[in-house]
């Protein structure tokens, strides 16, 4: 792989039709995609990971960069990327590049409409980095690498109808149908941490009040724990002592470890958060009826400590419970690569087409090759 000098058209530009198709035939497509290995990108508040991934999902190697800051330009991010990718190609045979931006993407998979922890504001993140490369390019939101990761790879093989919940520092979320992932008419489906559960409650940095990320995320985990610990609550005396009274210092998965060491106050937190994951969960099966919710995330490394109660809050709230069937609540199996395997995936559908384009231009060149031969032969002849 190498990269291009200067091209009298961006590539993204050439290839932007074959991926505006890309998406109405996902299911088909991944079956007789190309079984090459690709790059997945998975882009977040403060790391940049970077993976070479084969037609089954493995990992060949993995690469990882602190973000820049995000009052740096996005080509400063733009960078890191083209520098991450070219360094596994040195050592791999690299074919397409997926990228799961943590952010809204158009529906078109080109501009990243905006980056809570990235200064990209409609930026067009495809055209740039395919510009830069010589490979083909697809971008989408990390949410949504997440969940085609977990469905050809992990908790969600065999379901034709999955939602995907991921519980970091928010909610992100997405929705797979039929082997494809619904993106909505601008692309920003999946939003989920945004949907009101109390109204007039805390404030959210979106601007709104009473966000399901503001009840049911690592968030809302440590705001309850410091609340408790400022407060100088008896209960808080244990998570107190393990920071030695530095409250700034308390973490979700401080909470975590301690909640599995038995800390009362850490296991009663994860319990309400997880409460609050049901009654989103339960919101969202009666909207789209799902058979099967993934819970990833950072958060969800507290395993059965928060989607126990999640499942027991989820069967109490769930409209027409008890006279309709109830979709399965599991923990993605992933971790914290499904997103870059997702995206890596995804992008062997675009290497595919981009594969055929190339053999077609081989292919007439070669014809072109012979009838300058056949030319010359003739004249030689004559």
């Given at each position: ?29 991944h ?69 799961g ?29 395919a ?27 065999g ?18 149908e039929d082997?494809q ?7 920003v ?24 990320e ?19 609550s ?27 060491d ?28 799902p058979?099967c ?88 002849t004559?």
């Amino acid at each position: 792989m190498s990269t291009y000098g200067n091209f009298s058209a961006p590539i993204g530009s050439r290839r932007a039709p074959a991926l505006r198709t890309v998406g109405t035939r996902e299911r088909r497509s991944h079956l007789t995609a190309p079984r090459v290995p690709t790059v997945g990108i998975d882009i977040g508040g403060t790391k940049v990971m970077a993976g070479v991934v084969d037609a089954d999902g493995n990992i060949l190697e993995k690469v990882r960069t602190e973000t820049p800051d995000k009052s740096k330009s996005p080509k400063v991010v733009e960078d890191t990327i083209v520098e991450l990718v070219l360094d596994l190609s040195d050592r791999h045979d690299v074919h397409a590049v997926g990228i799961g931006a943590a952010g809204w993407v158009d529906a078109d998979r080109n501009r990243v409409l905006f980056a809570p922890h990235l200064s990209w504001r409609n930026e067009p993140l495809r055209d740039r980095i395919a510009g830069r490369l010589a490979v083909p390019v697809l971008v989408d939101n990390d949410a949504n690498t997440a969940a085609w990761a977990e469905w050809r790879f992990g908790a969600g093989r065999g379901e034709d109808h999955l939602v995907m919940i991921t519980l970091g520092t928010g909610i992100g979320g997405a929705i797979l149908e039929d082997g494809q992932v619904k993106r909505g008419k601008y692309g920003v489906a999946g939003e989920f941490g945004h949907m009101q559960v109390v109204p007039g409650g805390h404030r959210c940095p979106c601007g709104n009040r009473g966000c399901w990320e503001q009840y049911s995320s690592g968030n809302a985990l440590v705001r309850e724990a410091r609340e408790l610990a400022a407060a100088d609550s008896p209960v808080a005396y244990g998570i107190i002592e393990h920071v030695k009274g530095n409250i700034a210092d308390i973490t979700g998965p401080m909470i975590t470890e301690l909640a599995r060491d038995g800390d009362a106050m850490c296991i009663e937190l994860l319990q309400d958060i997880g409460q609050w994951l049901g009654v989103g969960i339960a919101n969202l099966a009666a909207a789209l009826d799902p058979s099967c919710f993934v819970i990833g995330g950072g958060v969800s490394a507290a395993d059965d400590l928060l989607i126990g109660p999640a499942r027991d809050a989820f069967k109490r709230q769930l409209t027409g419970r008890g006279y309709r069937p109830e979709a399965r609540i599991a923990r993605a199996q992933l971790g914290p690569e499904a997103g870059m395997v997702g995206a890596a995936d995804l992008a062997r559908l675009v290497a595919r087409r981009f594969r055929r384009a190339n053999r077609r231009r081989v292919e007439r060149h070669e014809r072109y090759e012979r009838y300058v031969e056949a030319r010359r032969t003739s004249r030689d002849t004559a």
